[in-house]
């Protein structure tokens, strides 16, 4: 199995000349306050975002606060501190009423399916946004004596978009950033959230909020032109009551040289084995997804199906593993999509199955991510055809564990904040099946010559965009104190 080649290491010579000088520039940096829904330190097994901002936390010092995902009979605010791995964190338990209406409710009943432009499934509840709120404001009081003067803090997604607000009516002055993880809506679906002018409007209370793809900023500013009373005073930049607030389209990364190391380790070799032995010469498509509706698995399932009716001279030739680990149980619309999809895998399997092969590997487990590399590596095409997506890090960790003497090729939805980066996958509308059964056949057939170009023009921003540049792309904007228009960088996603 090969090295990257050299233009790439190249490329990542210099973020390792930049880490080397960040590191330098470490006594100058403020303490990091991380705040998101779920707290989860260390490193090794963790994903890219955790082992990222654990190495935030680890050289300046910071601690990383959220919800414990325990319940509580009553909520006290009782903090539970740890430190894992040099990293230490604090969370705190909620009540069955908050985890209810602000976690199950609001977050992933409301604001999910409307962010991904489902608003069929969005469900608009006054407890819902009630709890919301009362769960944001028990954050921003638990969290308030761990904010020391100098600290910036730095707010994460979607379940936590009022939080600056709070800690700014409890007199927190420090600079405060949000990122949003997930897709900003376009402003006539937004629209059909009860009090989504007040919801958005909490967020001027940040100093920088940040979207992977200048696609979500530009809905975010639409929204704002139309239905806010604040001045648009240069190109990503906003004035409101007296306050600049920084908008910074900054698509996040994966832990790329960790996870190109994790493909040639001996785990991803074993898993890697065992997937090509268990294929007996056919070629895999793999997909990898928390078992979502955003995801668009029934579309892609539809898809393949549609391939295997449009080539049965090739059919028998491949195999589809879809990963997918059931997520938010507890929410109907969830256990609907899992049966569904359960029915499909079974007609499409019983329809074209034969003796000796079966088109669908259907998993509904969660795997290492050392084993997932490795079945990365031996996959042929990665499909990663989601119906909206705030990035995707799936399909940037498919073509960072391509072995580059023989990549397989990245089929991605257009609909993935991860389509702005990547123009040399091969994208498609994951609404027609006819696109993407005519894309796994052009894959299939595609020559090693275009794989090899394709893989490396798209592995280089994966490479040079980790999850470290855009941990310190946003950091830089939001040490950045005073910021008159014209000095504002804009990075284009
Ligand atoms: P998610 O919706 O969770 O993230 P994604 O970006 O694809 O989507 O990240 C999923 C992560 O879970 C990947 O690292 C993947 O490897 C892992 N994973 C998925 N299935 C797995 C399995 N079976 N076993 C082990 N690991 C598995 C949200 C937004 C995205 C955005 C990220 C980060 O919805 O658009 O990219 O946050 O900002």
């Known amino acids: 199995m090969g090295q990257l080649p050299a233009d790439v290491l190249a490329g990542r010579h210099h973020q390792l000349r930049r880490a080397a000088k960040s590191s330098l520039d470490v006594g100058k940096m403020s303490r990091l306050v991380v705040i998101s829904n779920r707290v989860s330190a260390g490193g090794g097994a963790q994903g890219g975002l955790a082992v990222a901002l654990s190495a935030a936390l680890r050289a300046n010092g910071g601690i990383w606060f959220g919800w414990s995902g325990e319940v509580t009979e009553q909520f006290t605010g009782h903090i539970n501190f740890q430190r894992t791995d040099g990293v230490a964190t604090a969370t705190v338990d909620l009540e069955e009423q908050d985890v209810e209406e602000y976690y199950n409710g609001y977050a992933n009943r409301t604001l999910w399916p409307l962010f991904h432009y489902r608003i069929d499934l969005a469900e608009y509840e006054r407890s819902f946004a009630g709890g919301y709120e009362r769960a944001n404001q028990r954050f921003a009081e638990t969290v308030l004596p761990l904010i020391e003067s100098e600290d910036v803090v730095w707010v994460q997604d979607y379940h936590m978009i009022p939080l600056g607000r709070e800690l700014r009516k409890r007199g927190i002055a420090n600079r405060i950033g949000f990122f949003l993880h997930i897709p900003w809506p376009p402003r006539r679906l937004l629209a059909t959230l009860p009090e989504a002018a007040a919801l958005v409007e909490t967020l001027f209370d940040y100093d920088v909020i940040g979207f992977h793809t200048q696609e979500w900023l530009d809905s975010f500013l639409d929204f704002v032109k139309a239905e806010l009373d604040a001045e648009i005073v240069g190109e990503n930049l906003i004035r409101w009551q007296g306050r600049t607030i920084r908008l910074l389209a900054c698509p996040i990364g994966i832990d790329a040289r960790a ?22 010469g056919r070629s895999l498509i793999v997909g990898v997804d928390r078992l979502d509706y955003s995801k668009g698995l029934e579309e892609r399932f539809l898809g393949y199906e549609r391939f295997l009716e449009e080539n049965p001279e090739v059919r028998k030739s491949v195999v589809l593993m879809q990963i997918a680990p059931p997520s938010r149980g507890a929410v109907e619309s969830y256990q609907r999509i899992r049966s569904s999809l359960e029915g499909l895998a079974g007609r499409i399997n019983g329809a074209h199955a034969g003796l000796d092969w079966v088109p669908i590997r259907y998993v509904n487990q969660g795997y290492p991510r050392d084993v997932l590399a490795g079945v990365y590596r031996a996959a042929r095409i990665g499909l990663v055809t989601p119906l909206r997506d705030g990035m995707n890090l799936v399909a940037k960790e498919y073509v960072a564990a391509q072995d580059p003497e023989d990549p397989g090729v990245l089929i991605l939805s257009r609909f993935a904040g991860a389509a ?29 010559h275009e794989r090899k170009e394709r893989w490396k023009a798209t592995v280089q921003d994966v490479v040079e965009r980790d999850v470290m540049w855009w941990l310190e792309t946003f950091r830089d904007a939001l040490e950045q104190k005073e910021s008159a228009p014209e000095e504002i960088i804009t990075i284009k996603a």
Request: aromatic share 6%; net charge positive.
């Open 259 to 280: 996870f190109e190391d994790m493909a040639r380790s001996q785990k991803a070799r074993r898993a890697y084995e065992k997937v090509r032995s268990s294929l007996v």
């Open 420 to 448: 702005s980066q990547m123009p040399q996958a091969l994208l498609v509308n994951p609404y027609s099946a006819e696109e993407m059964s005519d894309a796994i056949r052009r894959a299939l057939a595609m020559s090693i």
